[in-house]
């Protein structure tokens, strides 16, 4: 079978199995399972043997056309570098994992069918735009995952949270898609083509006639989509889905398609200096914004909501600054271990039975309980982190070696002053991110309180998953001297400069916090003795026991902050949580915790206006359209009325008023007749 027909079937499979969950979800609910898992799980073989011819050698490209349009033709074609092969592999290996956790951690739930086959239509969305060769076929895929990342965080639709962050990731994606369609085909009209390869070609012979404009509304589509600043706000709130999901959005699909298009037509954006300064500046005020934002997060998936946003200004500053290959092998290397950090902390809020991290710490031997997620999770933990020889360290370091590689004047079309904002953003994002992860480690598994309560073992579905993932993060920074033969040949190992300064920031970050989490569990370890004894002395006093008096001051039952938690849990006492996240920003926590206010500040700049132009507009059509409208049938209402009275069935009547009528008549014609002859 040729490499071509291969090619095709990768995101034609995922598309199959959708169609046939969806049809046979109810009426054949034993198929749901494998229709979900094997499709997926072929796609990502065959994405691999697609890589593997591919080789990183020359560009596999097959075109036909879909249809004629009259001008700018639209062609079905495929154009497989060394990028789209490797991310390809990397989308089918993750939504193959999602697909078998999904299996376990959703088997209650009585939407699952449905879930599953919009999973897997996801997957063949993100192939292909990963895959195709021509941006109007691209366009589909990107607005199909629009649709089904609508859909999969409102799947639990009975909750509030849940619509809202649907409604919300779904407008706040269009609004970025606007600008973006319209680059595409100002794109087009300049280059002649939708078909990526004549679109580079006319970009390396000078033919773009407006480069600044058509990157700038290119840029605003990927913002929304990978959530950047300013359009990131959706990303938090989609935790609100299940959390496989939000594994599936955050390292495979969705947000890594906003950088994989930057990379795929990077020397449109290298046109416009001026753009890659804006680039340059979004990502770095990403970064910072977002590692500050997670610090102050108690929601331990909206720390790794924050944390994606982060990663991908990461990869953003590798564009800014030129590299791509810098920016797609952060790509994958993000891809394997934010997966790993999703699904382990599935398995922990199952396990905890709540997402609050304050919660976790005031619970004791959660570790030991999950032994599989906590070795795992502390695994991705350290790669996210960057410290060597995880994977998010040769990733990392990649970025900022190119940025400082800018930075210095060696790059020959990109502004230094763009280097500087990457690579010093980029370091003090290296400390917050050292910091906010050691954050949620300490609080997770380091918890004093409570025993943890005990469901057994978790199944092998999802444990297994976890093992699987812990490979590349372990490992796939080892790849960086191999793997650039696949993308444009550029260096993506450390030097002695950036890793020294990267990993200082990190280990700075992680012992600060690691501190200020030591005096925090020393407050709260008083806290909670002066509290008991208080309630000691108010039952001796009254006559109740202490115990009961302790009981008074607890919350009966916190309860779980997302619908998937399915487990009984028993009531967790309230008490000051040994959080080292408020002494490391001090007053900046509050701001931080709501992402700076953003929402708000959007609501009377956008929202609030649009409102109040609809209620104008309502009132208009109510009170001043409807009015007219109204008044046009009463009208002709009432003339049928007085029509409806002169018809009274006497003959009489009718030839009385035949008589008056001709009698007034022969007076006008004679008095018009005598005008005329008087004139």
Known sequence: MSTT?????????????AVAGLLLGRSAPGFVRPLALLPT??????????????????????????????SVPIDLSLYIDGFAALVAVLVGVVATCVQLYSTAYLREDPRYPSYAALVSLFTSAMLLVVYSGDLMVLLVGWEVMGICSYFLVGHYWETEAARSASLKAFLVTKLGDVPFLIGLFALAADAGSFE????????????????????????????GKSAQFPLHTWLPDAMAGPTPVSALIHAATMVAAGVYFIARLLPVFAAS?????????????????SGLAAIAQDDIKRVLAYSTIGQLGYMVGALAVGDRGAAVFHLLSHGAFKALLFLGAGVIIHAAGTNSLGVMSRMDGLAKRIPDAFWTMTIALLALAAVPPFAGFFSKEAVLVAAEHTATGHSEFVP???????????????LLTAAYATRLWLMAFRGRGVAAPDHGKEPLAMTGVLWLLAIPSIGFGLAAGPISDWFDGGELTPTLVTSVLGTGAAAIGAMLTYALWQRASAKAVLATAAGTGAGAAAGAETGVPAAVAVAAAESVAEAPEVAEVTHDHPAVPTGPAAD???????????????????????DRLFVRPVRAAASLVRFLDREVVDTYVRGAGTG??????????????????YLSALLVGAVVLAIATAVLANVNAGS
Not at 5 to 17: D, K, R, S, Y
Not at 206 to 211: A, E, R, Y
Not at 416 to 430: D, E, K, R, Y
């Open 580 to 602: 080292p996240g408020k002494a490391f920003l001090g007053p900046l926590h509050r701001h931080a915790a709501v992402g700076f206010h953003l929402d708000a500040v959007y």
């Open 5 to 17: 027909t291969l090619a095709v079937l990768v995101p034609l499979l995922p598309f199959l199995g």
């Open 636 to 653: 002709t209402q009432l003339l049928g009325s007085l029509v409806r009275r002169a018809q009274t069935g006497n003959v009489q009547s």
């Open 273 to 289: 200096g001026a753009t890659l300064v804006v680039m340059a500046v979004m990502a770095a005020v990403t970064m910072v914004g």
């Open 196 to 223: 990526i390869p004549k679109i580079l070609g006319t970009v390396a012979s000078g033919g773009l006639d407006h480069p600044t404009l058509i990157a700038l509304l290119l840029l605003a589509g990927v913002a």
């Open 416 to 430: 230094s002053a763009a280097g500087w904002l990457v690579l010093v953003a980029g370091l003090l994002t290296a």
């Open 41 to 70: 799980l072929g796609a990502a073989v065959l994405a691999a043997l697609v890589a593997f011819r591919q080789g990183g050698g020359e560009t596999i490209s097959a075109s036909t056309e879909l249809t004629p349009t009259g």
